[in-house]
């Protein structure tokens, strides 16, 4: 295996750090990779906002679903989905005034600029990812910096065509505790498809969910269980998490990004 696919391999979520600072030169390391990241028309639709501030990753901590982990992480990336950049420059560029003027079709940014901005912004955070794990450097994905938009809105300034999509934990990997096994993932089967999409039948799902099953099962059967609730993994599964509090939050708060966005 070559070394960048080693380091593909490798990564795992690290949710426990070493107290060692990440350096300067290692901070730019891994910016620089994620600008080289693939952007839809070179237009770099993303901003990354350093958090280093303690008390303001303290309250990171906090409303990201309260993960104390992320107030440990020595250094903290916020990936921005960014059209406000692009629309102010189109605007002080008089694009509105000449539109008129010729009677061209004029717009403000809409859903399909937030979804290549969206784009954008993961792939150079997933490079970034990339890039630190091959300078020793673990990460997690924070997904609840999705949920309670207001509060991070005014905690980062947001103007309206911004959108917090990811927030990345980096660190070294804490030198003593459990080293998390590596994660399972679904047969290649399940998750490529050949010229077109496929729906699987319960059978079918029976084999792809089997791993999740078994986990489950052997959770349920451990003293004081998991899920009474749940006849099964599918039900432990939605109802942990699909409409746990954390997950309807974070519906709430999207649909006020969109509105702010359309
Ligand atoms: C979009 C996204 C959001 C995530 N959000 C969280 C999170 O809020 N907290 C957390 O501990 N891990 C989070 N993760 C990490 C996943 O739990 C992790 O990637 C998954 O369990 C697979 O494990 P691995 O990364 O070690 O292979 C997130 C990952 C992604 C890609």
Not at 227 to 255: I, Y
């Amino acid at each position: 295996m070559n070394p960048t696919l080693q380091v593909i391999e490798g990564r795992r979520s690290v949710r426990a750090y070493s107290g060692q600072p990440i350096t300067y030169e290692e901070k730019d390391l891994i910016l620089q990779a994620a600008f080289r990241a693939p952007t839809a028309g070179n237009m770099m639709l993303y901003s990354i906002v350093e958090v280093e501030d303690q008390a303001l990753k303290d309250r990171l901590a906090e409303t990201c679903d309260h993960q104390p982990f992320i107030a440990k992480a020595p250094y903290l990336l916020l990936f921005l989905a960014d059209f406000q950049r692009w629309f102010d420059f189109f605007t002080s560029s008089g694009v509105e005034r000449r539109s008129r003027e010729l009677n061209l079709p004029y717009r403000t940014p809409q859903a399909g600029d937030l979804l290549l901005a969206c784009c954008d912004a993961l792939i150079a955070a997933q490079t970034a990812v990339i890039a630190a794990e091959s300078l020793g450097i673990g990460s997690c994905y924070i997904g609840d910096i999705l949920e309670q938009y207001e509060i991070h809105r005014d905690l980062f300034n947001l103007p309206a065509y911004t959108l917090p999509i990811s927030l990345v934990c980096f660190g070294r990997p804490a030198a003593a505790g459990p080293q998390a096994n590596r994660t399972p993932r679904f047969a290649r089967e399940f998750i490529v498809h050949k010229n077109s999409y496929r729906r699987f039948n319960p059978e079918e799902m029976e084999t792809m969910f089997k791993h999740l099953r078994e986990r489950f099962e052997a959770q349920r059967k451990a003293p004081g269980g998991v899920s009474p609730e749940a006849e099964n993994v599918g039900q432990a599964v939605f109802f942990r998490k699909f409409v746990s509090d954390f997950s309807l939050e974070m519906s709430r708060s999207v649909r006020e990004m969109l509105k702010n966005w359309e």
